[in-house]
C-alpha cells in the first residue's frame, strides 16, 4: 500500500466519522422546544343592518353592529386608538370596545349622515365591515340570541332556547330555527312568539360549538341569520343518592350522606327537609344548603339538629329531598326515623341507692300508721289499726335475744290474758 492510499484511507474514516456525528446530533438539534407563538383572538367586526331615513338634504343612516370574537374571555379594544376605528371621519363614534366570547347582534347604534359619508367602514385590526347601501334593510333583517348551558355532562340533556327578532322591528313571529352542534344534523323548532326552544343531547367530553340558525318562512321577505356559542361537555360524574344514617334515642343530630358512584368531576345539589309525621321547630331543625363534591370526592355528610324530645313521644319521620342537580339523580331522597321518646326509669321502691329515701308512687295512698313489712294481703296482719302481728314478731326476736324461753312464754301469757280479757 503506497502512503497516498494510506492517507486517503485515514481521510476517509475522519470523514465517515463526522459525518456520522453530525447525523447523530441531527436529532437532538431538531427536537430543541420551539416557543409557542401566542394566539391572537380573532375580533370580527358585522354590519347587522342600515335604515335611511331622508330629511330633506340630510338622509339619516341608522347602522345597528354586532361582532363575532374567538376569544375564550372578554377582549377589550379601545375605540380610536388604532385597532377599533371607523375608517373616515371620526375614528371613535360609540363603538363597541367590550367583546365577549361568540357572536354577538344589536351590540351599538351610530347615526351617520348618508350623503356625506355614502361608503364607510368598521375596522377591528385587519378585519373591514362595510357600512352602505349593500347592507341589509333593518326592516328585513334578524338576529339571533342563544341562550345554553356553557358546560354540561356528556351524553346528558340539555334545553337550548334560540331568540328571534327583527333589530329595530320588534319579534320574529314565524319561520323556524336548527340547532346543531358541530355542524352535525340539526334539530328544527318552529318560532312561537320569537322564540325557539330545543332539548338536545350533550356530545361526547370536550369543547363543541353549538350553532343556532334561523330559517324564515316563505314568503315572509325576512332574511336568515345565526348565532353560535362554545359548549364544554364533561364526563359524567355518576348519579346522586342520599341516605339516613340510623337515630337512637337520645341523638342530637341525625347524620345523612350524599355520594355518587363515581369521583370524576365536580358535581353539586341542593338539599332541603320536609315534614312527614315528624315536625320541624319540635321534633327536627329545619335545614337546607348545597352539597358540592369536588373531583376525587365521592360522598360528603349533612348534620341535621334535633332538638330533645319529649317521653312518651311517638316514632315520627321526615324527608331530606334533594333538587337542582348539576348531575343525575339515582335516589332523591331520604327518610330519616326518629325513635320513640323514652320515658324516665321508674324509681326503685327504696330510693335511691344509699338514701334511705321511699318513692311514692302517683294514684297510691300510705296507711295512717307504719307500713307493714309483710305483704298487703298477709292474713296475719292487725286490722282496724292495732299493733300488727309483725311488730309483736320483732319484739319476740329482741326478747329471744335477752331472756330466753322464760321470755317468750311471759310474753304469750300476756297476750293470753289481753284477749280474754278483751
Not at 340539526?186 to 343556532?212: K, Q
Not at 343518592?241 to 355518587?260: D, P, Y
Not at 320515658?343 to 344509699?354: H, L
Request: with cysteine.
Amino acid at each position: 500500500m503506497t502512503r497516498l492510499s494510506a492517507h486517503l484511507r485515514v481521510a476517509c474514516a475522519v470523514g465517515g466519522a463526522a459525518l456520522a456525528a453530525l447525523l447523530g446530533a441531527a436529532p437532538a438539534a431538531l427536537a430543541q422546544p420551539v416557543p409557542a407563538v401566542p394566539v391572537i383572538p380573532v375580533v370580527t367586526p358585522l354590519v347587522d343592518c342600515v335604515q335611511d331615513a331622508p330629511l330633506g338634504a340630510v338622509t339619516a343612516r341608522t347602522v345597528v353592529l354586532g361582532y363575532r370574537s374567538t376569544a375564550e374571555a372578554p377582549v377589550t379594544i379601545p375605540a380610536g386608538a388604532g385597532d377599533n376605528d371607523l375608517t373616515s371621519g371620526a375614528a371613535d363614534r360609540g363603538q363597541p370596545s367590550t367583546f365577549l366570547p361568540g357572536e354577538h347582534h344589536g351590540v351599538a347604534l351610530l347615526t351617520i349622515d348618508a350623503q356625506v359619508e355614502p361608503a364607510l367602514g368598521w375596522r377591528i385590526r385587519d378585519a373591514v365591515a362595510a357600512i352602505d347601501a349593500s347592507a341589509p334593510a333593518c326592516t328585513d333583517a334578524t338576529v339571533v340570541t342563544l341562550s345554553a348551558p356553557a358546560s354540561t355532562e356528556a351524553g346528558r340533556s340539555f334545553v337550548a332556547t334560540a331568540a328571534v327578532s327583527r333589530l329595530l322591528m320588534g319579534v320574529a313571529d314565524s319561520g323556524s330555527v336548527g340547532f346543531a352542534v358541530d355542524g352535525g344534523a340539526e334539530t328544527i323548532v318552529a318560532v312561537a312568539g320569537g322564540v325557539a326552544r330545543a332539548d338536545l343531547t350533550a356530545p361526547a367530553a370536550g369543547a363543541h360549538t353549538l350553532v343556532a340558525r334561523y330559517i324564515p318562512a316563505d314568503g315572509s321577505g325576512l332574511r336568515p341569520s345565526s348565532t353560535s356559542a362554545a359548549l364544554t361537555t364533561v364526563v359524567a360524574s355518576g348519579p346522586l343518592s342520599v341516605a339516613a344514617n340510623s337515630v337512637v334515642a337520645g341523638s342530637t343530630s341525625a347524620i345523612v350522606v350524599v355520594s355518587r358512584a363515581t369521583t370524576t368531576g365536580e358535581a353539586s345539589v341542593d338539599y332541603v327537609t320536609a315534614d312527614g309525621t315528624a315536625r320541624a321547630g319540635s321534633d327536627y331543625s329545619a335545614a337546607s344548603g348545597t352539597v358540592v363534591l369536588a373531583d376525587g370526592v365521592r360522598e360528603a355528610k349533612v348534620r341535621i339538629s334535633l332538638p330533645p324530645r319529649a317521653a312518651g313521644s311517638p316514632a315520627a319521620s321526615f324527608f331530606v329531598l334533594l333538587q337542582r342537580a348539576s348531575t343525575s339523580v339515582g335516589s332523591a331522597s331520604a327518610t330519616v326515623w326518629l325513635p320513640a321518646g323514652t320515658a324516665p326509669a321508674a324509681a326503685s321502691a327504696d330510693g335511691p341507692a344509699g338514701t334511705g329515701a321511699v318513692a311514692t308512687v302517683a294514684g297510691s295512698s300510705a296507711p295512717d300508721g307504719p307500713a307493714s313489712a309483710l305483704p298487703v294481703a298477709d292474713p296475719t296482719a292487725k286490722a282496724d289499726g292495732a299493733a300488727g302481728q309483725d311488730l309483736l314478731l320483732l319484739i319476740v326476736g329482741a326478747v329471744l335475744s335477752v331472756g330466753g324461753i322464760a321470755g317468750v312464754v311471759s310474753i304469750i301469757r300476756g297476750v293470753t290474758l289481753k284477749n280474754e280479757g278483751g
